[in-house]
Every structure is written in structure tokens, then in C-alpha cells.
């Protein structure tokens, strides 16, 4: 399960801890608030205990009311709106999250790698893309960290967006016969003059990926296997996508 999932589903069960039993709101018959109730204790592992159970605008949709907190289930009592997500309770899963995931899914054969500035650490068996700019202060962090990762194939993409002098700086790397190391000394900080007059078709490619997939944002990581990451992934997290996600299948090669 995704740590950030893993995240929302600690934020809900800390609001479901420690709740005591009460009284079942009139207006929803017996039957059916036994149900609910059973459900959820049987879905939360008796992690909560319902205090009242009021009916909504919405058919087949209850409101929980647990000392003074709010949320709503189905009437089986396994699926709940929590913090904004739809989770099913029963496998401690955040719904919304993993369909987000699935919207923002990039194929990776989808890049074009051909314009990417490809680093290979180690065995290099896994694989990413990295999306960066240079005026991006958590792209000038996350590269670093980067740069630290063994057995790992990367493709960095110069994906000048974040700011106007991005551009240039992005066709002074593009231009030079040394794109890598300018590229790199660009992240880190330095500010070159060379000339920038050269063939940009490729990096104009770049952006029209960027825009055909909605990539508004810097840092942004592809993983081999499509799922996308966006801004400051803490690292713990991060590892563990790569771990997941990172790994080319076979049709893939």
C-alpha cells in the first residue's frame, strides 16, 4: 500500500480510536442501523464503536456520529468518506487515492527518452524519469537525492516551466556539447553563458509531453510503470515507489 495511503488511513483510525457505544438516532430503523454498526465494527476490527447513526440526503448513505466527529458509510458499514477519500474500511484501502493514481498514470514508452539525459547507477535495474527545473527549490533538494540512488536508471527531462529565465538556462544546457555535466552544474546553482543557438526541436517535444499529460509541476518522477510522482516525495516513500513501481516488464525493453 502506498505510504501516503497508509498516511490517510493512520489520520482516519486515529479518529475512530478509543470511541464508546451510544444510542442509535431514531430515524433510521433497527435493522438497518444494526447492520451498519456491526459493519463497521467488523470492518474495523471493533476499532470503533458507533454512537449514532442518522440518515442523509443521499439513499444509502449514513451519517456515523462518534464523540462529536462526523463521517459517512455505506449501509454495509465497509465503505466510508474519510478526510475528503472514499476508504474501504475492511482493507484499509484509500479508493480515491488509488483512482487518482490511475488518472495520472504517464506509459512509459509514451516518453521520449531519446531527449532525456540518461544516468545509470549501479546494475541500473530499476528506472525513472525526472521532470526538473533549475528555478525549482525542491528540484535543486531532490536531485541531490537522486544522485545518491544506486542500481537505477534515470532519465532527467530539462522541463523549463517553473519560471522565465528557466528557458534560457534550459537552451543553454540543450545547446552545449556537454548537455549532462551543464545540466548539472545548472541544478546545482551555476549560472553559465554559452550559446544557446542550436536545434530545439527535441525540447520542444518535451514541453508538448508535459502539456498532453497535465505535468504543471516540478519535481515530477515517471516510474517504469506509469504511476507518476509529483513534488517533495519524502525519501522513505520514495524508495519504496521505486522499489514497487520501478521496474521495466519484460515488453517493456
Not at 15 to 38: M, N, R, Y
Not at 53 to 69: A, W
Not at 162 to 182: E, K
Request: glycine share 8%.
Amino acid at each position: 500500500m502506498p505510504r501516503v495511503v497508509r498516511g490517510r488511513l493512520a489520520a482516519a483510525a486515529a479518529l475512530f480510536v478509543s470511541l464508546t457505544a451510544g444510542a442509535i438516532a431514531a430515524d433510521v430503523s433497527e435493522k438497518v442501523a444494526a447492520q451498519i454498526k456491526a459493519g463497521v465494527n467488523a470492518n474495523t476490527n471493533g476499532a470503533v464503536r458507533v454512537e449514532q447513526i442518522n440518515t442523509t440526503p443521499l439513499t444509502n448513505i449514513y451519517e456515523v456520529i462518534s464523540e462529536g466527529e462526523i463521517f459517512y458509510v455505506n449501509e454495509t458499514g465497509r465503505y466510508s468518506f474519510v478526510g475528503g477519500s472514499l476508504m474501504d474500511l475492511k482493507s484499509k484501502t484509500d479508493l480515491t487515492a488509488l483512482q487518482q493514481d490511475k488518472r495520472m498514470v504517464i506509459p512509459f514508452n509514451k516518453l521520449p527518452l531519446q531527449h532525456a539525459i540518461k544516468e545509470v547507477h549501479g546494475d541500473g535495474s530499476r528506472v525513472m524519469a525526472l521532470f526538473e527545473d533549475p528555478f525549482c527549490p525542491i528540484c535543486r533538494v531532490f536531485t541531490k537525492f537522486v544522485d545518491q540512488i544506486d542500481n537505477v536508471t534515470i532519465y532527467r527531462f530539462i522541463f523549463p516551466i517553473t519560471d522565465r529565465r528557466s528557458q534560457s538556462l534550459a537552451r543553454m544546457a540543450w545547446c552545449s556539447r556537454d548537455r549532462a555535466g551543464v545540466w548539472k552544474a545548472i541544478m546545482d546553482g551555476a549560472r553559465p553563458q554559452l550559446p544557446e543557438s542550436c536545434n530545439t526541436d527535441g525540447l520542444v517535444e518535451i514541453l508538448k509531453l508535459g502539456e498532453r499529460y497535465g505535468m504543471n509541476n516540478t519535481p515530477t518522477v515517471v516510474l517504469a510503470s506509469g504511476k507518476r510522482l509529483v513534488g517533495a516525495t519524502p525519501p522513505e516513500q520514495f524508495m519504496d515507489e521505486l522499489e514497487r513501481g520501478g521496474r521495466l516488464k519484460a515488453d517493456q525493453r
